[in-house]
């Protein structure tokens, strides 16, 4: 079975500021995706980034990017020049690519961000 | 941009009551998935569904559970007795392709007294 394992239950950060979730993760497969969702108070839970296993450059999305380190199995979050519509709950998932059935996530438990103005 | 929309945010009902959350996925999605989130704890899946069945379900997804998808919108949960433990967040996500990122709703969340 997969884990997920966040170990920050809570971060803060000033507004402009850099900072980094972390996410590890445990799987004996090979092939899989990770990804990162945001969940506001305002509660949907939206995609931030998503990182294919195979692939072995991390993703960026704007002020979002990953290190991701597929031997070490972590798979952390950086977000740069925070804003205060940043504060939310970090959600680390992971899916296994199997090529059939479905792909349902395993989260971990979530480490809750708030930028400082 | 298109959304996953759920309904209702809110429901209260009596243990060992039935109780259908409903979800409109993204109209050209053919993935649809339940999660739920007991207060401080992980989102667990619960059900995955395609073509009209049920592809993978979990252990928490036991007969009291059923999930149909009645017309070409509406996605529903059903608890059919409900019971203290399933007072959670229900969250309903829908993808295009298998291999495509899941969207989230915003989420029922179901107290039972």
């Known amino acids: 079975a997969q884990t997920v394992t966040q170990s920050q239950p809570e971060m803060s950060v000033q507004e402009a500021e850099t900072v980094t979730l972390s996410c590890t993760y445990d799987t004996s497969e090979s092939n899989y995706y990770l990804f990162w969702y945001k969940q506001p108070p305002s509660r949907q839970m939206i995609l931030v980034i998503r990182?294919?296993?195979?692939?072995?450059q991390n993703a960026t999305e704007n002020r979002f990017s990953v290190n991701f380190q597929k031997a070490a199995k972590s798979f952390s979050l950086k977000i740069s020049d925070s804003q205060l519509g940043d504060t939310a709950m970090y959600f680390c998932a992971f899916t296994l690519y199997s090529g059939a059935g479905s792909y349902q996530l395993t989260f971990g438990k979530g480490t809750k961000l708030s930028v400082i103005p | 941009e298109p959304e996953v929309t759920q309904t209702p945010s809110h429901q209260v009902t009596q243990m060992g009551q039935e109780v259908i959350l409903r979800c409109v996925p993204i109209s050209n999605h053919l993935y649809f998935y339940w999660y739920r989130q007991i207060l401080g704890q992980k989102v667990e899946f619960l059900v995955s569904f395609y073509n009209n069945e049920i592809s993978e379900k979990s252990e928490i997804f036991d007969d009291q559970f059923s999930v149909e998808r009645p017309d070409g919108s509406n996605f529903t949960l059903k608890i059919r007795s409900t019971k203290l433990e399933d007072s959670a967040m229900y969250f309903c996500a829908s993808s295009r392709a298998l291999n495509q990122p899941q969207h989230f709703g915003d989420g029922t969340r179901l107290s039972i007294l």
């Open positions: 990182q294919e296993a195979y692939k072995q």
